[in-house]
């Protein structure tokens, strides 16, 4: 969708099968202006400083159950562990690849405030230079449902119930 909106996108992943996919996906729809990279996200750094990142951090997917109802029987508070702790090196690795004034947006499809608010909350206390860019009400069809206290996009399964419902999902800009 960056693409496709005339951005210039550097992808990072450290999967080379999804890497594939992605290349076929992207040979798929004709869209040539990507530079894709096989790498580790916390160690890869940029040649030079991006004006933006979208950390999609790899999370217990918790956000899916009303697709996947086994996740509660498959997921544990040692997976959630595991995974805030890649998600804060992650971020903490935006932080850094991200220009001065630039903005990141963080985002996992989990319902567990350890792999979303608490990610956030604890790099701003960590002294990190980010703060904060409250989503607004009408960058998200003028539904206040779906903004959290502190201002980021926090959706839940009961969410759209007039269609089906959707997937939990959290996201916050910096």
């Given at each position: 969708q960056l693409i496709a909106a005339g951005a210039t996108v550097t992808a990072v992943d450290r999967s080379a099968s999804r890497v594939r996919r992605l290349e076929d996906n992207l040979a798929r729809l004709r869209l040539s202006a990507a530079e894709v990279v096989v790498a580790d996200a916390?160690?890869?750094?940029?040649?030079c400083p991006a004006g933006a990142v979208l950390v999609d951090v790899p999370c217990t997917a918790t956000g899916t159950i009303r697709r996947h109802?086994?996740?509660?029987?498959?997921?544990?508070?040692?997976?959630?562990?595991?995974?805030?702790?890649?998600?804060?090196?992650?971020?903490?690795?935006?932080?850094?690849?991200t220009a001065p004034g630039g903005v990141?947006?963080?985002?996992?499809?989990?319902?567990q405030p350890e792999?979303?608010?608490?990610?956030?909350?604890?790099?701003?206390?960590?002294?990190?230079?980010?703060?904060?860019?409250?989503i607004q009400t009408t960058e998200v069809f003028g539904r206040s449902e779906?903004?959290?206290a502190e201002g980021d996009l926090r959706t839940f399964p009961c969410?759209?119930?007039?269609?089906?419902?959707?997937?939990?999902?959290?996201?916050?800009r910096l």
């Open positions: 916390v160690a890869w750094r940029p040649p109802p086994a996740l509660p029987y498959l997921k544990s508070a040692d997976d959630v562990r595991r995974l805030a702790d890649v998600q804060g090196r992650m971020l903490a690795a935006a932080i850094e690849m990141i947006v963080y985002a996992c499809c989990s319902l792999e979303g608010r608490s990610r956030i909350d604890a790099a701003i206390a960590s002294g990190a230079p980010v703060v904060r860019d409250a779906l903004i959290s969410h759209f119930g007039e269609y089906g419902g959707m997937d939990g999902f959290f996201a916050s």
